[in-house]
């Protein structure tokens, strides 16, 4: 572990802390700050200085002027899930953590739109809101944690992004404190006025990975629920044929409303730990979601049920209940959690390719794999050409540490150079700050620190992030010549 290097809290500065927010919402022993030292990227670790947990907006934007009068870095969070280290206090700091801010402030059915604090769970909007025949449609496999305030930050996808579109297709507006306590409201605000002259201002924050201010409350938008799914589980003998199925889909002018593929270590995995009746043996299983109007749904699946067919895919188990069905997503959403029974760490990947390039790089993964001696099962937004290879590996071996980050990279470059990106919904993260440069060039990553100056000019919210030449923990520590 690093040690940080944002001296300890001081008296003064302790005190009047817990004169905000009281002394209960303050952590500073050693001993509780190890809860926060890393976030779902667990390669690095490093204590923040300090946690705090507001209440109110008013208490955030006090903590905040605080932290800029001792010029302390403050780092927003919201559940800990971000798989790039986004999280992660590099060089200590005060962690403002959200979670006690988790109220649905107020449902507008008419409008569909709802106000709320930026520390409610993903979920639980989609379940306030469905005896409505309304629901929330960004979908991160880690919905039932993730809060809000985190998929604005990460600009989070999941299965239905493929046709509803991510994080910022859904939020109109929220509110946020500056680095220096000022509080703004961006976009369309609760009482409906709309910001739409001037620049996006509300674009720019979402996937800023907490380095522009801290959002309290989010004015998102509600769609309506389909009338109608049907979702089936369609069997491989291999990865190509599954991802030419992906590919033929697409071409029909289907647009399905997920289209997630799990190659077949990952579906032993999740079948060994949960028993949905996968057969063991397949090479891949493709889900795929079909939702609108009931009417032509049934001829839609019967063409997808064809292509698969055409694709030789062994069997298409079309789901028969909502039981069914909900099964079927509960296998896709619990895979990461499988991974805990075959591996004591995993590395998540995250690139992009063209969809049309997803059998090369499921090929060149699997090459990966055999170079490095590491397995690496795949579970992924096939749809968007979103793939997640988990590179399995045990932190106690540092030759393993040193092999899965190699490995890592190693994927990562081939997504670039298939014209593809590092990153398709975890962001950068202190892991891909490398990356950053083959993928956006010196002058956008200017342009890019412009904007970030225009917001925090001191560079004191979330730092050591996203940009080349930012410290990460690995700079300090072992791990750094154990890295490739
Ligand atoms: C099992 C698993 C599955 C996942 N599946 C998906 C997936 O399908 N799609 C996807 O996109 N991601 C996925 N993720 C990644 C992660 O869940 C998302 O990035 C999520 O949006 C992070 O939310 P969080 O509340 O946990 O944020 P945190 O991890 O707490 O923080 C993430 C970043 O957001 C910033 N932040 C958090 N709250 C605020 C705030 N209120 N104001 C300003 N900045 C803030 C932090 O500073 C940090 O930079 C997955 C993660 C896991 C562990």
Not at 142 to 162: E, R, Y
Not at 205 to 231: D, N, W, Y
Not at 449 to 467: E, I, T, Y
């Amino acid at each position: 572990m690093t040690k940080s290097c944002v001296a300890a809290a001081s008296p003064a500065f302790l005190e009047a802390v817990r004169q905000i927010v009281g002394k209960e919402n303050v952590i500073h022993s050693a001993a509780e700050l190890l809860v926060y030292e890393c976030d779902a990227y667990t390669l690095e670790k490093s204590p923040p200085t300090l946690v705090v947990l507001p209440n109110t907006t008013a208490e955030v934007a006090a903590v905040v002027r605080l932290c800029a009068q001792y010029n302390l870095p403050i780092i927003p969070r919201g559940a800990g899930t971000s798989l790039s280290g986004a999280l992660l206090p590099v060089d200590g700091g005060v962690m403002i953590a959200l979670t006690r801010m988790n109220r649905i402030i107020h449902v507008d059915t008419r409008n569909r739109r709802a106000l709320v604090e930026a520390g409610v769970v993903n979920a639980w909007i989609t379940q306030a809101v469905k005896s409505h025949g309304l629901l929330f449609a960004p979908d991160p496999s880690s919905q039932s944690a993730c809060t809000i305030g985190g998929n604005v930050a990460t600009n989070s996808g999941g299965p239905h992004t493929l046709k509803y579109g991510v994080t910022t297709n859904h939020v109109l507006g929220f509110e946020m404190i500056l680095p220096d306590g000022e509080t703004v409201w961006l976009g369309t605000t609760p009482d409906g006025g709309e910001d739409v002259t001037g620049y996006d201002l509300r674009g720019s924050v979402i996937g800023s990975e907490g380095m522009f201010g801290v959002v309290t409350r989010v004015l998102v938008r509600l769609i309506r629920s389909p009338q109608s799914q049907k979702t089936m589980l369609g069997i491989f003998e291999s990865v190509d044929d599954a991802s030419q199925t992906v590919s033929d889909i697409i071409a029909a002018g289907i647009v399905p409303a997920a289209l997630e593929m799990m190659d077949q270590l990952i579906t032993r995995a999740v079948e060994e730990a949960y028993k949905f009746g996968f057969p063991l043996d397949a090479g891949a299983v493709l889900i795929v979601e079909l939702d609108g109007l009931s009417a032509g749904l049934e001829k839609q699946s019967q063409q997808v049920i064809e292509i698969c067919r055409r694709n030789k895919a062994r069997d298409v188990r079309l789901a028969q209940s909502e039981k069914e069905r909900t099964d079927l997503w509960k296998s896709r959403k619990r895979a990461f959690g499988a991974i805990g029974r075959i591996s004591p760490n995993f590395l998540t990947q995250d690139g992009v390719v063209p969809r049309s390039r997803l059998p090369e790089i499921m090929r060149f993964i699997n090459a990966t794999s055999a170079k490095y001696g590491l397995r690496i099962p795949n579970v992924f937004h096939a749809g968007d050409g979103n793939i997640h290879p988990l590179v399995l590996y045990d932190e106690r071996d540092a030759d393993q540490v040193r092999r899965a980050i190699a490995a890592g990279h190693d994927i990562l470059h081939k997504c670039i150079e298939l014209g593809g990106s590092v990153s398709g919904e975890h962001g950068i993260g202190v892991e891909k700050i490398s990356f950053m440069e083959a993928q956006f060039g010196r002058d956008s990553l200017d342009a890019m620190q412009s904007l970030r100056s225009a917001f925090d000019p001191d560079k004191r919210c979330n730092p050591h992030k996203m940009f080349p030449g930012s410290k990460r923990c690995s700079d300090f520590s072992p791990r750094r010549q154990a890295a490739v």
